[in-house]
């Protein structure tokens, strides 16, 4: 079995969205907690700050879907402020 | 934020995971899972000072670790002993890491984060085990063979993207890039490469900027790359 078309095309996504410098999933976990204070503003009103962040995001599944789980937490008020 | 904790202490005997989970089961006296209010530097200053193990602050912190895990892995159909599992390991991993608080948020939000990357790193890792590690060497072995030369029937934009991957790429390179394209925990992938997840990360990256550039060399623009990757997003 070869690589795939459709990894093919994936992987051309990705390759898209690629940055010369990116952070990794530990720096994106040391910007976790700010950005969870500040989630609820609108993304503009963050500035440049995340930018890094969101990038991370929009390439790293694992990191996005622990963030979401814990963006829901928040919203539901189980986290301590 | 520095810390003065003594690693080697919060990490000693009562604070290994069997003996610790059988004090709890021991003595399940009731802990608020509502941290107490404390500034950031009272949180460390207390952790600084605490015992090892018997510290009501550990316990306190645990009980909000278990919260916090009860309602971040809640779609993850766990049981209460899957939780107190990884509310312990959670707690060792967050009292090495009290040097890498960066203070820009409060203690608590900061733990919860931790807890949740804890908890989800080690039941990716579980899942691969429980598999057999079996995405993982598939994409290793179609990685490491000649699976990627060019059929008769490929556009001439997918022949050079598989040549591409053949000629710039290094065996890791192309064996960790396949198997983050296949969803393989990098957990994983770093364990079998005998390597730790921000290397993954960066030999990952640093494969991404090698295609981009031996693509360019090959004549196959930016745009054409994303034409391709929009169709496949339509199928």
């Known amino acids: 079995m070869r690589i795939s078309k459709k990894e093919l095309q994936t992987l051309s996504t990705l390759l898209g969205m690629t940055e010369v410098v990116e952070i990794n999933c530990e720096e994106f976990l040391a910007m976790t907690p700010a950005y969870l204070e500040k989630f609820e503003l609108q993304e503009d009103s963050l500035g440049g700050k995340f930018k890094s962040f969101y990038h991370h995001l929009s390439i790293c599944p694992e990191c996005r879907e622990e963030l979401e789980a814990l963006c829901e937490a928040k919203r539901a008020g189980h986290l301590d402020a | ?235």
């Open chain 2, 1 to 235: 934020m520095g810390t003065g904790v003594d690693s080697s202490a919060l990490d000693g005997e009562r604070l290994r995971r069997g003996e610790l989970r059988r004090s709890r089961l021991r003595d399940r006296r009731p802990v608020s899972t509502r941290l107490t209010q404390r500034t950031n530097e009272e949180w460390i200053a207390a952790l600084s000072s605490a015992s090892p193990g018997s510290s009501s602050l550990v316990d306190e912190l645990t009980a909000y670790i278990r919260r916090v895990l009860g309602s971040t892995l809640k779609n993850k159909a766990l049981k209460s002993d899957d939780i107190e599992d990884l509310a312990q390991e959670s707690i060792l991993q967050l009292l090495r890491s009290l040097d890498s608080f960066r203070g820009d948020s409060a203690f608590s939000t900061w733990v919860a984060a931790v807890a949740t990357r804890t908890a989800y790193t080690e039941l990716r890792r579980r899942h691969a085990r429980e598999t057999n590690h079996a995405a993982y060497f598939q994409a290793q072995e179609d990685a490491l063979a000649e699976s990627t030369k060019s059929e008769g029937e490929d556009s001439d934009l997918v022949s050079k993207l598989y040549a591409t991957i053949d000629d710039s790429l290094t065996e890791k390179q192309r064996i960790a890039t396949l198997a983050l394209l296949r969803g393989v925990p990098t957990i994983e992938i770093a364990e079998q490469l005998g390597s730790n997840q921000n290397a993954v990360y960066k030999l990952v990256h640093d494969a991404r900027l090698r295609l981009r550039d031996a693509l360019e060399r090959r004549g196959v623009t930016a745009e054409a790359l994303d034409q391709f990757a929009v169709q496949g997003g339509q199928q």
